[in-house]
Nanobody, 131 residues
Framework: VQLVESGGGSVEPGDSHRLSCSES????????MGWFRQAPGKEREGVAA?????????????FHSDSVKGRFTMSQDNAKNTWYLQLNNLEPADTAMYYC?????????????????????WGQGTQVTVS
């Protein structure tokens, strides 16, 4: 599985921006896709995720952390094999390296709580700087 993030850059407070994560190489089912961020000196935190389980697993559901709820939105373009993280009303505190991640081959409740241990594939990250 390959995950490649793009779209990072330098923006001003209040700006909007969109990050992309292209996915490829799946040989098993992905049950969860997520976006994380890591600021210098801080731990990596989950900011958004979508649980991709079917009806027997409760259906598709989403998670957004309290720090980004109402400002960030995760979405998918299935035809392009790409996930997006729309960032609105950006704040300096949003400055971080942003990573997308996939949980392949297993379904976990951790998907809807931003748990790092849920994921077994990670992209290389894309930097967002708000100043």
């Amino acid at each position: 599985v390959q995950l490649v993030e793009s779209g990072g850059g330098s923006v001003e407070p209040g700006d909007s921006h969109r990050l992309s994560c292209s996915e490829s190489g799946y040989t098993n089912v992905a049950y969860c896709m997520g976006w994380f961020r890591q600021a210098p000196g801080k731990e990596r935190e989950g900011v958004a995720a979508i649980f991709l389980g079917g009806p027997f697993l409760g259906g598709r559901r989403s998670f957004h952390s309290d720090s980004v709820k109402g400002r960030f939105t995760m979405s998918q373009d299935n035809a392009k094999n790409t996930w997006y993280l729309q960032l609105n009303n950006l704040e300096p505190a949003d400055t971080a390296m942003y990573y997308c991640a996939a949980a392949v081959g297993h379904a976990s409740d951790g998907c809807l709580s931003g748990s790092r241990s849920t994921y077994n594939y990670w992209g290389q990250g894309t930097q967002v700087t708000v100043s």
